[in-house]
């Protein structure tokens, strides 16, 4: 969204907008400026035969938090309540005698592990609040359920900017929850706490919301931030391994595409971080931070680094699309039997052999970056992973890429570069049958 | 929104810009050499800080939304390209798009009694441009202003096939067919770029030129919806020819908000113009007359329409709830402004003499002034509902004057009874003879 360009033989004229007086005026850069406050949107009017015509260009600055916290629902602890709002705000929001309300829409699954603890929480601190369990899984992750969320949320009642939605669970949860906020008033502000790996390092730090529609995953949704990301590791400790797993695919995926560090660190330390499930391992007498608060807060900071300049996807380039490409088709192909870091892995896996077809990658690299995967315990092959399924996925982004592949591919060990050209027939079907032969007995099925 | 973070003297904050080598972003305390070596860099910034819970990060991301509003004649003209090209910003990639024989796509959304209309002439438009069209015709009335329609909408458009961001959807009709399409559209693949041609005078000043998109929820007016802008808004005044008197008055009423609110000249040309313009629909011919015609009505919907997008362009996302386009919503936009001559006399804030001419020119472009619906209960209730969803504040706009206004968090009750009291009685009986409709906006 560029500003208007001008057109030769028709000049524009460029407005400032001030307010004076809660009125806005517009004025041109010679006019008398009237003292009042100047906007940072501007109006350019050009005139022509046919008529008038107006180009609004109007900036709107989204900011959020991310903050990582230990014993988020520890009730002494101020963050889950205030942590949205800055040091002046928040005494101001603490010392008002209205009570506090919240709505919080909760994971079911996370619910019965933590929802007496939410709950707690909450009500040592005399806030009211309404606690919502809901079933976000990915077969449910539709529009219905956001539906049901909105009807909660208007009985309930909340202030139009000082009450935020609280989501807590996975990418599922924060995604719907994130959708139906955007759309309630036009904007309530939200707030997300991750509870899986995979929605720590992915889902809780950007802007994107959705559900899935007509059998394309996310296929609806919006691009509005919360206000907030709480993260806190602790919850992992309820985790399955195969969830473990499934998060460190989003990580090795950041790794992959521009951390070598975090690739050395993920190849040596995998095992290890997977049997503690990232937590804490207890005070270091060097101080150091230990590899599971280094390897998330890396995955985190590599992943704003990309999200922050696009986050409305005006640039359709984007590192972070790397295990994107054929994960969507496959992981709604096989519904539910691949988790969405499993399939995200299965699509890096591929992508690896064709880096190295093009000689992107040498042979021992390629290696390296299996055996990491096969250390983190992730899946690096799946037969219904076809050719054809394939060879569709590809067709699509194309489609849906504005006519280029734009499809990242590793070029060494921690760096990527974005390729515009389809791959090669030859070179996918080279690549297929080496992927096929190498890691067909090792993958999950 | 919008707020840069404080410095807090126990976090040291560190902040970052963003730049681009390639394909890869990295963020960077922003030095020269690194700004220099960049092939690109953001206007979003990183802000660090690290305390002992773990590090915390605060995202400033600027969006910038652009969008044109362009007046034509003749929209469905073969011959002009308006509907398919108008939103092109580049010169040069009109020109291209011009030679080009390639056919375009377009999905038009359409309103079924606009349909009814303009159903074949839009069909002949699209045929004689070569384009490959499907055209959804919606009955688009408040009551099915509903999220089911949206996602209707947005199935067929699944269905269609459409380039994600060189296809744009285009919406024609009232403000409902408008609102409920642009939600769709930003929905869509989270947004999908959107194009709006109004065909009703008070959708093509108000609802067609902001970024508001919507539908209703829980019997609640607009209760979802997105602030989502089109990429372009196409304004031709021949739709209004085939729209029925009394909603020709409605959008009159919009205008008249603004020209109270901000807008003394255009106060003025309703006043001396308002009949005619009721009279002929804002429609002109060759002759000298209307010529006359075409300079008032022309005169008029550009200045409605600067003056709002003045109020809408710094206040896209409505960050500052304080807004002057809210005057005239904040008890019952169908009833509402009939009281408010009186409550501004009441109030100090209109001489005797201004009030007169404002309800003079109500009375001229044909608005109800009266309403026995209108009690004070209703005004006291809406204004407590005001309050609920305005973060406790009334903050209502009221002209001070002939084309300005303030906004006013402290107006008491005994002011509005007063008002309420002195409108009801200089109004109803006077009125009660002449014609009295109800006036559903």
Not at chain 2, 134 to 151: R, V
Request: proline content about 5%; hydrophobic content about 40%; glycine content about 6%.
């Amino acid at each position: 969204m560029l500003s208007p360009n001008n057109c030769s033989h028709s000049p524009q004229t460029r407005f400032d907008l001030v307010q004076v007086n809660g009125a806005w005026t517009r004025q041109t850069e010679q006019g008398q400026g009237a003292e009042g406050k100047l906007s940072h949107a501007k109006i350019y009017e050009k005139k022509s035969e046919h008529g008038v015509s107006w180009t609004v260009v109007s900036p709107i600055v989204f900011t959020y938090r991310v903050i990582q916290c230990q014993n988020l629902l520890d009730p002494s602890n101020d963050t889950l309540l205030w942590g949205h709002l800055g040091g002046e705000e928040r005494k101001e929001a603490a010392a008002k005698s209205k009570p506090v309300k919240r709505f919080i829409v909760i994971d079911e699954v996370v619910h019965r592990l933590y929802g007496s603890q939410v709950l707690g929480y909450f009500e040592s601190r005399d806030v009211v609040c309404k606690i919502l369990p809901l079933p976000t899984t990915e077969e449910n992750k539709c529009m219905e359920l956001v539906t049901r969320i909105l009807e909660e949320v208007h009985e309930f009642g909340l202030d139009r900017r000082s009450e935020p939605i609280i989501a807590i669970g996975g990418g599922v949860c924060l995604d719907v929850v994130g959708l139906a906020a955007s759309l309630y008033r036009r904007r309530t502000p939200y707030i997300r706490v991750p509870t899986t790996v995979l929605a720590y390092v992915d889902a809780s730090v950007g802007a994107k919301t959705g559900v899935n529609f007509a059998g394309g995953k996310n296929k609806l949704g919006s691009y509005v931030p919360p206000a907030a990301t709480f993260l806190d590791r602790s919850f992992f400790q309820t985790l399955p391994m195969r969830q473990i797993s499934n998060g460190m695919a989003e990580m090795l995926k950041m790794a992959l595409m521009k951390h070598p560090g975090l690739f050395q660190l993920l190849e040596a330390e995998g095992r290890r971080l997977l049997d503690t499930k990232l937590q804490p391992v207890g005070t270091d007498s060097s101080g150091h931070e230990d590899s599971a608060a280094a390897s998330t807060r890396i995955a985190i900071e590599t992943m704003l680094e990309e999200l922050a300049p696009n986050l409305w996807e005006d640039d359709l380039d984007r590192l972070v699309d790397f295990g994107h490409l054929i994960s969507p088709e496959l992981e709604m192909r096989v519904l539910p039997a691949l988790l969405h870091g499993e399939a995200v892995n299965i699509d890096m896996s591929f992508m690896v052999y064709v880096a190295h077809q093009r000689g992107l990658l040498t042979a021992e690299e390629k290696q390296r970056i299996i055996q990491c995967m096969l250390g983190l315990e992730l899946p690096v092959w799946h037969q219904d992973c076809t050719l054809a399924l394939i060879h569709k996925s590809l067709q699509e982004r194309l489609r849906h890429s504005g006519g280029s592949l734009r499809i990242p591919l590793p070029t060494g060990l921690g760096q990527a570069e974005i390729f515009h050209d389809m791959v090669e027939e030859n070179v996918l079907s080279q690549a297929y049958e080496k992927w096929t032969n190498e890691l067909a007995p090792s993958g999950t099925c | 929104m919008g707020k840069v973070p404080l410095e807090n003297a126990k976090e040291k904050k560190t902040e970052f810009s963003l730049v681009r080598v390639k394909s890869t972003w990295k963020r960077t305390r922003g030095t020269k050499d690194n700004m220099d070596r960049a092939d690109c860099v953001s206007d979003a910034k990183i802000y660090e800080s690290i305390t002992e819970q773990g590090t915390s990060w605060t995202v400033v991301s600027p969006i910038v939304f652009t969008y044109k509003v362009t007046e034509t004649h003749n929209l469905l003209d073969p011959c002009n390209d308006t509907l398919l090209l108008g939103q092109i910003t580049d010169p040069q990639q009109v020109e291209d798009m011009r030679k080009s024989s390639k056919p375009l796509k377009r999905f038009i959304v359409v309103d079924q009694e606009v349909y009814k209309i303009y159903g074949s002439k839009l069909t002949e438009y699209l045929e004689a441009n070569n384009v490959l069209y499907k055209i959804l015709a919606l009955p688009t009335t408040e009551e099915n202003k509903s999220m089911d329609i949206a996602l209707k909408i947005i199935e067929e458009v699944n269905n269609f096939s459409l380039d994600r961001r060189k296809e744009p959807i285009i919406a024609m009709g009232g403000g409902v067919c408008l609102d409920i399409v642009g939600l769709a559209a930003s929905l869509y693949r989270r947004r999908t770029p959107y194009i709006r041609v109004p065909t009703t005078l008070l959708s093509y000043i108000d609802a067609s030129v902001g970024a508001k998109t919507g539908v209703n929820f829980a019997n609640c007016k607009n209760k979802l919806g997105a602030y989502v802008p089109p990429v372009a808004v196409f304004l031709d005044l021949s739709f209004i020819q085939t729209i029925p008197r009394r909603h020709i008055s409605n959008g009159l009423a919009e205008m008249l908000k603004m020209a109270l609110m901000k807008h003394r000249g255009l106060f003025e040309l309703l006043e001396k113009h308002g009949l005619m313009l009721l009279d002929t629909k804002f429609q002109t011919d060759k002759s000298i007359d209307g010529h006359n015609r075409l300079q008032a009505a022309s005169r008029a919907t550009r200045l409605a329409i600067t003056t709002m997008l003045e109020e809408l362009a710094p206040n896209l996302w409505e960050d500052d709830l304080n807004r002057l386009v809210d005057f005239g919503h904040l008890i019952s936009p169908a009833l509402e402004m009939k009281v408010l001559p009186s409550l501004l006399h009441e109030s100090g804030l209109l001489t005797e003499e201004e009030k007169q001419r404002i309800i003079s020119c109500m009375v001229g472009l044909e608005l109800p002034v009266w309403h026995e619906g209108f009690t004070m209960e209703l005004i006291q209730k809406s204004l407590q509902d005001r309050l609920k969803h305005s973060g406790g504040l009334f903050r209502m706009p009221l002209p001070v004057g002939l084309g300005q206004a303030d906004i006013f968090n402290d107006t008491s009750y005994e002011t509005l009874h007063r008002a309420y009291e002195k409108w009801r009685d200089e109004l109803s009986i006077s009125h009660c003879t002449s014609s009295i409709r109800s006036v559903k906006l």
